[in-house]
């Protein structure tokens, strides 16, 4: 299996903040519906309900976590929040680096 790397070059920051999405996502995803139930807050249909969407939460999470560009020894690997694609190095005839267009957060 390959190792992909950020090519970017965030110094481990990157599977720090997986990690702390993740794991918080998933602390929520046990505690909200467990502890609505035992306080009474919440119907049992009501816990049901919460415990489906929040594990679809946090795996919406892990995805946008996730979503950049890695290198590996199979080619480049591109991540999206719905599709993962990876380039053979094979059929990579040229890459270019710059800013994004249109996928600025703010």
């Given at each position: 299996m390959a190792k992909w790397s950020r090519p970017y070059g965030d110094g481990g920051a990157h599977d720090a903040q997986?990690?702390?999405?993740?794991l918080g996502s998933a602390v929520a995803a046990v505690l909200i519906p467990a502890g609505g139930l035992a306080a009474g807050e919440f119907?049992?249909?009501?816990?049901?309900?919460?415990?489906?969407?929040?594990?679809?939460?946090?795996?919406?999470?892990?995805?946008?976590?996730?979503?950049?560009?890695?290198?590996?020894?199979?080619?480049?690997?591109?991540r999206h929040v719905w599709r993962t694609r990876v380039i053979p190095w094979t059929q990579l005839n040229r890459a270019w680096a710059g800013q994004a267009d249109d996928f600025d957060a703010w």
């Open positions: 997986v990690t702390i999405a993740v119907t049992p249909a009501v816990a049901i309900v919460y415990a489906v969407f929040i594990p679809s939460w946090v795996t919406l999470v892990w995805r946008v976590t996730l979503v950049g560009v890695y290198i590996g020894f199979e080619g480049i690997k591109i």
